[in-house]
């Protein structure tokens, strides 16, 4: 008991558990070329938590309970890597969704608590099982030609249920130790049995994950500066009737509860992608002005100009996150959370005008974002000093750093990992259309319609 280190952590992947990439099933994750990689990143987040302890407990676990510790939280979260986001996300949707089904299922929230203390006592790492494959998008899960396109429950005993379908897309699955798994959305009467929420180990019998990353294959680390160190697996989760005692269920048929857990995790969700991309915005700026300076061109009228909108995106994400922190809003059992209203704001504001950034970005960049040569041309005897010579624009700029921040560019924003951020940061937390409901929600249209009527000199009494 107690925190991890990254070495335990690495040796508790070896639990049985089934996980593929590639046509082929990994029995070493750690010992693995390309999973490999991301499991040293979670070790080494591992490591880097246990310094920042409190109480003998890691920061990534336990509820905030006041703003600053709120944002202190974002922050040793957000540097600790996607595992420690994923498992905080989960507890923090653990924790939220108690608070709303407290005065309904009273034992349900017993049982979650249960669970959140032994994850907290063991330091697991939690990963996120909500998004199914849901087959033809216009019919409910009750509708579908395949009864499995949503999770569902296709037995039970006295001691638990028995769970098929699948959950797409996992951000982490084969590297954590339990995967939350809860319904996708709303449930009407006749879906009972796709209303489940519950905790299943990722080496239950029945979980088989396949695996796919956006991870350079086969390549030489300098020209994928970005991506080629720092990659995490998505998972497709497959249940293959999977038993779930019931001490780990936390919804059993209560469709309208279902939607409960799903609406807590996109707030934490989105939280967690705003703070990520407020950070990516300035590092848009950052590439941006650099690659402007070395081509000799951050001086003129239009280059400048994209620059400063590229600064006002950022300015604006990092406000919005600034405002979700300090508006938070106190909940159930003493708990603080971000303000609704900002988090989804901001995460749509940063979402809908990335494609932009990218625009300014390649077109202030020039053609060698994608052609710039690799490393170990720049060292061949015959071409190397030829490249570096016209990969330099003047004296002071030399052609190996010019090559260097091109390779920085493609690999942030224009190859595998770029293709994948574009994709990522629409869908990643719901796609945009969740975030304009949730923002619609959560903003006082009734105080702007009385602002426009003061305005317009129309009493309230006379408007419809
Ligand atoms: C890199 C990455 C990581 C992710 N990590 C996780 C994770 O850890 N856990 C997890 O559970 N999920 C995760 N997701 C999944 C993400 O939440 C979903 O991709 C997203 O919710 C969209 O679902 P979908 O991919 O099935 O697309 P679809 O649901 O098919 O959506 C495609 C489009 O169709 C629209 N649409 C869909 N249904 C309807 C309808 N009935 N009526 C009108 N319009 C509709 C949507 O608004 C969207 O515009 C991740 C996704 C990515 C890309």
Not at 208 to 234: C, L, M, Q, W
Request: charge should be negative; aromatic fraction near 8%.
């Amino acid at each position: 008991m107690g925190l991890m280190t990254g070495d335990q952590y690495k040796a508790s992947l070896d639990d049985g558990r089934a996980t593929f990439f590639e046509g082929e099933r990994v029995d070493d994750l750690p010992g693995h070329p390309i999973l490999g990689i991301a499991v040293d990143r979670v070790a080494d987040g591992y490591d880097w938590l246990a310094g920042q302890a409190v109480d003998g407990v890691s920061p990534v676990m336990g509820v905030p309970t006041s703003v600053e510790e709120l944002r202190s939280k974002v922050e040793v979260v957000h540097h600790a890597g996607m595992m420690a986001h994923v498992t905080y996300t989960s507890l923090m949707t653990l924790a939220t969704a108690a608070g709303r089904i407290a005065d309904v299922a009273p034992a349900y929230v017993e049982r979650i608590q249960a669970f959140v203390d032994d994850a907290t006592a063991r330091d697991l790492r939690i990963t996120q099982c909500i998004t199914d494959a849901k087959g033809d998008r216009s019919r409910p899960p009750a509708k579908q030609d395949d009864p499995d396109a949503y999770l569902h429950v296709v037995d039970r005993t006295a001691d638990g249920v028995v769970l098929r379908g699948a959950k797409l897309h996992i951000t982490g699955a084969s590297l954590g130790h339990e995967l939350l798994t809860i319904p996708t959305k709303s449930m009407k009467t006749g879906e009972e049995e796709y209303s489940i929420a519950c905790v299943v180990p990722v080496n239950a019998p029945g979980v088989k994950i396949v695996n796919t990353t956006y991870a350079p294959r086969g390549h030489d680390p300098r020209d994928f500066p970005i991506s080629g160190a720092d990659h995490y697996p998505e998972g497709f989760v497959l249940f293959d009737d999977v038993f779930v005692p019931n001490g780990r269920i936390f919804l059993d048929g209560e469709t309208t509860l279902a939607g409960t857990f799903a609406h807590c995790l996109g707030l934490w969700e989105r939280l967690g992608g705003l703070a990520a991309m407020a950070d990516g915005a300035d590092l848009l700026v950052g590439f941006a002005q650099l690659v402007a300076e070395a081509n000799g061109l951050a001086g003129e009228g239009h280059i400048r100009e994209k620059i400063s909108e590229m600064i006002i995106h950022a300015t604006v994400i990092r406000a919005c996150l600034e405002a979700a922190l300090s508006h938070a809003e106190a909940g159930v059992f003493g708990a603080v959370f971000p303000s609704e209203l900002y988090t989804n704001a901001g995460k749509y504001t940063g979402a809908a005008n990335y494609n932009l950034m990218l625009r300014h970005l390649h077109d202030i960049s020039g053609g060698a974002v994608v052609t710039a040569p690799s490393m170990s041309d720049l060292e061949n005897d015959e071409t190397g000093g030829l490249l570096r010579k016209y990969m330099g624009t003047r004296r002071g700029v030399d052609g190996e750093y010019r090559t260097r921040l091109f390779h920085a560019i493609r690999d942030f924003s224009a190859d595998a990992y770029g293709g994948w951020s574009q994709v990522t940061n629409i869908q990643a937390g719901g796609g945009l259309y969740a975030q304009r409901i949730v923002t619609r929600k959560h903003y006082d249209l009734e105080g702007a319609k009385r602002s426009a009527l003061r305005l317009a000199g129309i009493a309230e009494t006379d408007a419809p």
